[in-house]
């Protein structure tokens, strides 16, 4: 059985730092991109970060450029999320998200991304 558990969320202070940790369950972690999606009240869900298999490529949504830092840790099946200068915008129920075993070392859309945790919320107060 699939499974991904979020941890690390929580309530923090804009400029706060905080590191959400995602373990994986499934088998071949290191031939899977994972990714980190949020969403806010009354918004659509959207990506965050993203990172491929091997941790050589990633992408980050522009509003979270040059304070979000994604990685993996494929010998322990762990991805994070390091999130530095939270703003109250970053406020969400963040979710870690993992694609079915891939060849390329890409990062891959959101369509991709088949298996998903159950959610931490992270919580910026002004």
């Known amino acids: 059985q699939v499974q991904l558990v979020e941890s690390g969320g929580g309530l923090v202070q804009a400029g706060g730092s905080l590191r959400l940790s995602c373990a994986a369950s499934?088998?071949?972690?290191?031939?899977?991109?994972m990714g980190w999606f949020r969403q806010a009240p009354g918004k659509e869900r959207e990506s965050v970060a993203r990172?491929?298999?091997?941790?050589?490529?990633?992408n980050y949504a522009d509003s979270v450029k040059g304070r979000f830092t994604i990685s993996r840790d494929n010998a322990k099946n762990t991805m994070y999320l390091h999130m530095n200068s939270l703003k109250p915008e970053d406020t969400a129920v963040y979710y870690c998200a993992g694609t079915r075993p891939t060849y390329d070392d890409f990062i891959y859309v959101t369509s991709e991304y088949v298996y998903w945790g159950q959610g931490t919320q992270v919580t910026v107060s002004s």
């Open positions: 990172i491929s298999w091997s941790g050589r490529n990633t």
């Open positions: 499934f088998r071949a972690f290191s031939s899977r991109a």
